[in-house]
């Protein structure tokens, strides 16, 4: 039963018809004084709802003595007419009154600002190093973040006893459900963004020019200067000709791009398996230097591997450290700030 309609028990009478009719116009004079679409639902269903009085004198009309019925049926039926189309009228007024209010309302003037979002500053550091070298003409590629082992180790001249391993802490994955664990190769999370210099060799003929960025995991406790996630940067050149000075340029036109005229940059002997000869890099800091990457000419055994004559080719290739560039650009002394998630922290970027 709708909660609004006054209770009727079956024994009450039929109010007296001509009473009902006269109390129509006081119930008119409040359904003006209504404001609210609710307030004139309730009015209806109080004056013209299936128990009002109005409908049970309308119901009593054949019991009424055949002398009185006319009258009384003409006088209940006008006030019926009146008062529904009061309340038609009345609810036409409040919609058209709550029309104007709306077309008064402008939704374009500025209200309080809407909190913004931004990009990480890992994001930011990254698109910076990928437009530096979009604009000497490297090209971007992407890999997968689960590995192969062989593309992770093996193919880049690191097999599975070789020592270059312990530095590459790495997270091993099982296999996939339902395959046999004897047969299927061994999976990982890249250690490294190095694997994509060899997919894309793979299935490609020089020149090449790419960079692949992406993440990489390695299995390691963190410190101020290490994380186990880090973003890398694989760079990787193969044409006739290309020497160690050709990778210098690069490198140096990159950090001049990156951190100014200024900076410091310090190029040192390192060792890859998979390049001959290999360096790394490092840029000054009021810290001191901080190594951003690692780097070298492809080694002339990958190159025969791939397919290339290394007599005729020869490649230079790099893998840079976002996060650790992004601490020198902006002053961090601490890597792990970057991923404490503290929002303090990430909107100064
Ligand atoms: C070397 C020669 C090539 O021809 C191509 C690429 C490379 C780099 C090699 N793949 C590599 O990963 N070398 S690396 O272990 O020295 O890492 C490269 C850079 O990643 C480091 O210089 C550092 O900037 C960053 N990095 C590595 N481990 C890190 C890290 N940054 C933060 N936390 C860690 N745990």
Known sequence: MDPLEPVVTPSQTPAEPLRVAAESSSALEELATLDREPDVEAWRVRWLGR???????????GRLPASERAAAGR???????ELTEGCRNRLAELREQATRRLGALDVSLPG???????????????????????????HVIEGPEVELDYYNFEALRIPADHPARD??????????????????????????????QIRFMEANDPPIRLIAPGRTYR???????????????????????????????????????????????????????????????SVSSPGGWIEILGAGMVHPEILARMGYDPEAYTGFAAGLGVERIAMLRHGIRDIRRFYENDLRFLRQF
């Open 112 to 138: 309080r600002p809407l909190p913004r979002g931004g990009l990480h500053p890992i994001t930011l550091t990254e698109r910076a190093v990928v437009a530096a070298f979009a604009a000497m003409g490297f």
């Open 75 to 81: 006088a209940l039926n006008q006030a019926k007419k």
């Open 167 to 196: 530095a590459m802490d790495t997270f091993w994955l099982a296999p996939p459900e339902g395959a046999d664990a004897r047969r299927s190769r061994p999976l990982l999370l890249r250690t490294h963004t190095s694997p994509n």
């Open 219 to 281: 299995n390691e406790a963190t410190d101020a200067t290490h994380e186990w996630m880090i973003t890398q940067t694989e760079v990787l050149a193969v044409d006739r000709g290309l020497t160690l000075a050709h990778l210098k340029g690069t490198l140096y036109e990159f950090a001049r791009r990156l951190f100014g005229e200024d900076r410091e940059i310090r190029f040192r002997c390192d060792y890859f398996p998979f390049v001959e000869p290999g360096v790394e890099v």
């Open 51 to 61: 128990r009002s009085q109005l409908a049970l004198a309308l119901r009593g009309l």
